[in-house]
């Protein structure tokens, strides 16, 4: 894949299409998130999400419910807009820029996925006729964290003029809130306070603290600018304004270029102190070093993750936006995680939920496994509050990781859609598992992996039981919100299943390496309990309809009226916005990929033909409401062999985001999907499986694409894998010799030894 560049030219100015743009030319390095709002802003009227968020980062909010019934959540945290440095005003001769007045005779947009950063470029008549090209480039930075970077170069192009630039910096901000969006806040709270406003030199400085968590943050400004401008930097209530004016001559370019740092209390002792530490480091070097430092990063990143379909520009682009937007989102430290809409936005309030570990760490743990690391050991820092959440729940033993989080505690309202999604323990225990599968980092698993593994465990056995040899786990929610509070979900069962053996299994290799005594001693895990798990593993209830030889989502799945398809009009779509929860949860209707899923991830678990009857049974029922829906299907049509089917439901789910197609795009990324979209390939058409007895593959290849090739990381190795022309051929690019398989078939890969097979 070459195409690295995303552009629009001559861009709609309409609110639709500006809300759009403010989501995907956002600019995100893991850390801070900035969405893309105009540096000189909107005409009144206009909605805008104007924000700047910390990945971990929160305040306190109540939630209201309706009855105070014990345990249920009453306060929640929100990811926090926490300052505003983008507004810069530019003013040409006593007229002020703006793309509404005027007349724009060149516009574009464009986001460099190689470079790391996103512009906008305008030729701009102005009421009384100057002629001014605009250029602005804006970076979150890679390899320092703390940075926002605006780059405004502007060059008047027909006379000599006097320009001047407002360039604000604001920190009494607040959350955005829209009352009618369940995704959103829904109502207006003042989250964070500003402390302390200091001008210092020439930079300024805004310490604020968060109203309940009582978390802090500093935000840091310094500006450059070219030739020699008429300065002032003025402090006011709640922010500070830099302003800068100067004569230039026509055709003579001027560049401002504004260094915002950004730091926190959950990282740092002092912010104020580090954040004047990284605004000095930063404006110490030449902006040019900073450009090349974010190109290097990256030159590395898609190294790691290069793939490519041969026979689809549009969706190549589409695939290389989404790899980009994980790379944006995924924390690159253990106080975060990867929200649902990434930093691209507050829906879903910044909210960590399933969708890391089942549909973004696989992406990772292929690619760049360091940070599935990260991922996991910020679960282990919020093992504390799993427990204590479990207890709430009547557990005695064990951790229940919370349905959505921040810092670790539960901010699920509607817990029969949330709350009680206790499959999220058996996803990270799937995570925990898939990482070790692919790196074979055993010292991993008796710091972090085994603990949490033994935990999720415990709570398996306590909130199931045996019942007629069977060991069943009642009153759960599976994957699919349209079916909830069931007896013996099978996808929750499955992986209770699967994250049980693997306890088991990492106690006895523990024990095997002389590493378990200190672990045995901290957890009290002992060989007795190790027998508990293997039998609740072993007898786990695997609901089986034998009469149509498929596994029903639950155990009254089947008992329930189909629901009525041809009659329900179009706009009805999605279901959960127009018919009331009760009602759906009577009825044979899916909102997303369940048991269905479960045939992907655990695919040993039943024959070929019951996931071949599974699957035909729930595609005649699944609406695909949720985003995370498609990609799974997709992946289950490859193994059956359904190649163009497959090809149908990855076309649609890899495109969601950058062609706007479920037209929801300017609320925020999908992260998930995103990540669903790379497994469709690689785990999909590919077939590429991580099991106890390595690695393996089924390539198939779409009648439309010819060809398709990536790279994967195994075992501290990085394979290519091409598949075209009714071959797959494998090459070992650097590491040690691996042996894999490759339709059922072992082969040794060595270095300058690729493997050619004619496909099956």
């Known amino acids: 894949m070459h195409n690295f560049i995303y552009e629009i030219k001559d861009f709609e100015l309409d609110n639709d299409a500006l809300l759009l743009g403010e989501t995907l030319f956002h600019n995100a390095n893991g850390y801070i998130g900035v969405r893309a709002n105009f540096e000189e802003g909107y005409p009144d009227g206009f909605k805008t999400v104007r924000g700047m968020y910390i990945n971990g980062f929160y305040d306190f909010s109540e939630m209201k419910q309706a009855e105070k019934l014990f345990g249920l959540v009453e306060e929640k945290q929100t990811m926090l807009n926490v300052a505003d440095t983008q507004g810069i005003q530019l003013t040409i001769g006593g007229e002020d820029f703006s793309m509404f007045t005027g007349e724009v005779l060149e516009s574009s947009r464009w986001l460099d996925m190689a470079g790391g950063f996103t512009a906008r470029r ?58 009618s969006d369940p995704r959103i806040a829904g109502e207006s709270f003042q989250h964070i306070a500003v402390e302390k406003v200091e001008i210092w030199a020439d930079s300024s400085f805004i310490t604020s603290k968060t109203v309940k968590s ?6 840091g400004v ?43 209390s959950i990282r740092c002792a002092n912010v104020r102190k580090a954040c004047a530490l990284e605004l000095a480091n930063a404006t110490s070097v030449p902006i040019e070093t900073l450009y090349a430092e974010q190109a290097q990063y990256l030159a590395d990143c898609w190294k790691r993750c290069e793939l490519n379909i041969d026979g689809d520009d549009d969706l190549n682009l589409a695939l290389r936006f989404n790899m980009y937007q994980l790379i944006q989102s995924v924390t690159k430290d253990e106080y975060g995680n990867i929200a649902a809409k990434g930093l691209s936005g507050e829906g879903y309030e910044g909210h960590y939920f399933w969708d890391t570990e089942m549909y973004i760490q696989p992406f990772f743990v292929l690619t760049m496994p360091e940070f599935c690391k990260k991922l996991i050991a910020m679960r282990y820092k919020t093992l504390g509050f799993a427990k204590e959440n479990a207890r709430i729940l009547g557990h005695t033993r064990g951790a229940l990781f919370p349905w959505r989080t921040i810092m670790g505690s539960e901010c699920s309202g509607h817990y029969p ?55 069943q786990i009642n009153d759960v929610t599976g994957p699919d919100e349209y079916t909830c509070i069931v007896n013996n979900n ?39 309990e190790i027998g508990d798990f293997i039998k609740a593993s072993e007898a786990m209830n695997l609901p089986y309809d034998e009469e149509l030889g498929i596994n029903p989502q639950d155990d009254s799945f089947l008992q329930k009226k189909a629901w009525n398809f041809a009659d329900t009009p179009k706009e009805n779509y999605p279901l959960l916005l ?61 193994r059956l062999g359904f190649a163009e089917k497959a090809s149908e ?36 058409f590919a077939g590429l499986r991580l099991k106890e007895d390595g690695i393996s593959f089924t390539p198939i290849l779409p009648a439309k694409w010819s060809g398709y090739e990536f790279s994967v990381s195994y075992r501290g190795s990085v394979i290519e894998v091409k598949v075209s022309g009714g071959q797959c051929t494998f090459a070992l690019v650097n590491g040690e010799k691996q042996s894999m398989r490759v339709f059922g078939k072992l082969i040794d890969l060595g270095l300058g030894q690729p493997q050619s097979i004619l496909m099956q």
Not at 231 to 239: D, E, Y
């Open 490 to 528: 099978y996808y929750t069962n499955a992986l209770a299943k699967y994250s049980l053996y693997w306890a088991a299994k990492f106690y006895g290799l523990l024990k095997e390496s002389g590493k378990l005594a200190e672990l045995a001693e901290k957890t009290g895990i002992t060989q007795h």
């Open 649 to 684: 439901y990855f076309g649609d789910s890899a495109k969601l985001d950058l062609f706007n197609t479920h037209k929801n795009t300017k609320d925020g990324i999908h992260t998930a999907n995103m990540g669903g979209n790379y497994m469709a390939i690689v785990y999909g």
């Open 214 to 219: 009582q978390l802090m943050c500093c935000s």
């Open 222 to 264: 310094k500006h450059s600018l070219s030739g020699k401008p008429e300065t002032a930097l003025i402090q006011s209530v709640g922010g500070a304004t830099a302003t800068f004016s100067m004569d230039v001559e026509k055709d003579q370019p001027v560049r401002l270029v504004k260094v915002t740092a950004i730091t926190d």
């Open 122 to 179: 305008v030729l701009w008549k102005s009421p009384h006729g100057k002629e001014v090209e605009i250029v602005i480039r804006r970076m979150t930075a890679f390899t320092r964290l703390a940075l926002f970077i605006i780059d405004f170069q502007v060059t008047v192009k027909n006379s000599d003029a006097k320009i001047s630039f407002i360039s604000g910096h604001k920190g009494d901000v607040m959350n955005y809130f829209d009352p």
């Open 578 to 638: 127009h018919y009331h929860p009760l009602h759906l949860f009577r009825y044979q209707v899916c909102k997303q990929a369940d048991t269905v899923m479960a045939h992907f991830i655990l695919e040993d678990y039943q024959s070929q033909e019951t996931i071949r009857k599974s699957f035909a049974f729930y595609e005649k029922i699944t609406t695909h409401d949720s985003s995370l829906s498609a990609c799974i299907f997709s992946i289950v049509a490859s």
């Open 417 to 471: 859609s949330g709350t009680a999604q206790y499959h999220i323990n058996g996803d990270i225990a799937y995570a925990i598992v898939a990482y070790y599968l692919a790196t074979g980092d055993f010292d991993f698993i008796v710091s972090t992996g085994a603990e949490l593994l033994f935990e999720i465990a415990r709570l398996w056995l306590d909130v199931g039981n045996f019942y007629k040899g069977k060991f």
